[in-house]
């Protein structure tokens, strides 16, 4: 068995469960902050759950997209070295609590994310805006293009899928910054979802148009989240575009430091997010995909999605925890 075949079956292994009970314990710690309106007190205490999870994981993890760089983070910084070392080299793209602002309000569609690949298969992406363009499965490959003009993409969705262009649903983060975007969507005849925080959900939501609603997700919104997006598209057959916002010198060098040598670069799905794939999810609070985690008297509840991009499987794991000291 050569080195590809290790690391491929370590990740198999992560898959079962393990990945799984690290998405599940963050989501958990998070929700219990749903609600009180106190974001960072949210997200650090979904940040502990998850290091101390996934330094159970028997893998040698480098985190690539993280919570920020080392002086910014005290832990699950970019860079920092996870689980027990005794596994597979991989790369993390990881989020502990997506939808900081979602949670502390108990909106729809804060989730708890990981993405696992093998070693050097994740973009190193800097904490800067990409612009964003993203389908689901099932279409020709390049029927999207971020730079054509949305009217144009959203017409040629709609002919490849069969509708009219007022049959498709947008989805867009709701931010001053967008207000031509937005327009140029209505003046469609398309629909619009608007999105207070969250862009990560809202690019999975297009990999299930039947259950959330949401053909394409349109805008800019984080270039780490665009990672962790792009690693759920390689699991399930979608399509995404993406190109750096580097609009300041300083953000410039910071991306040439690590290492972009390309600043105009588009990206797609398969860039950022190479080889082998693992991406989980699972929901802090109610959304259009993923329930939130309940609280009963006597258990526990989580809902989680677990992808794989070499075997395109979904699995959907809803659980019922009676353990509750584990949490």
């Known amino acids: 068995m050569n080195m590809a075949q290790n690391i491929a079956a370590g990740l198999d292994r992560i898959l079962t469960m393990e990945v799984v009970r690290v998405t599940e314990r963050a989501a958990v710690a998070a929700a219990r902050l749903r609600g009180r309106g106190d974001e960072k007190a949210a997200d650090q205490v979904a940040v502990d759950a998850m290091r101390q999870e996934l330094n159970r994981l028997a893998i040698k ?81 390049r029927i999207i293009d971020i730079d054509a003009p949305p009217a144009e993409n959203i017409a040629n969705l709609a002919k490849a899928k069969g509708v009219a262009v007022s049959d498709i649903t947008a989805c867009i983060l709701d931010r001053p910054r967008h207000t031509k975007l937005i327009d140029a969507v209505r003046a469609t005849g398309a629909a619009i979802r608007l999105i207070g925080d969250g862009d990560v959900a809202g690019v999975i939501h297009t990999t299930d148009p039947e259950e959330t609603g949401i053909d394409i997700y349109l805008g800019t919104g984080g270039a780490p989240e665009g990672v962790l997006a792009a690693a759920a598209l390689r699991c399930t057959g979608g399509q995404m575009q993406g190109r750096l916002i580097l609009d300041t010198p300083e953000k410039a060098a910071r991306a040439a430091k690590m290492g972009i040598s390309d600043p105009k670069r588009v990206y797609r ?51 019922r925890h009676r353990d509750l000291e584990k949490f």
């Open 61 to 141: 993890g480098t985190v690539v997209i993280g919570e920020g760089e080392r002086d910014e983070a005290p832990m699950l910084y970019i860079g920092e070295e996870v689980g027990t070392g005794k596994g597979p080299a991989v790369d993390i793209a990881l989020d502990p609590l997506e939808g900081t602002t979602i949670c502390a309000k108990n909106l729809p569609n804060a989730l708890a994310v990981i993405a696992i690949a093998e070693k050097g298969s994740l973009l190193f992406a800097p904490d800067v805006y990409m612009d964003k363009i993203a389908i689901g499965p099932g279409y020709a490959e």
């Open 269 to 319: 799905a398969q860039d950022m997010a190479r080889g082998d794939v693992l991406f989980a999810a699972t929901g802090v609070t109610d959304g259009n995909l993923l329930d939130g985690v309940k609280f009963g008297r006597t258990f526990i509840t989580t809902h989680t999605i677990v992808l794989r991009s070499s075997s395109r499987t979904v699995r959907e794991i809803k659980a």
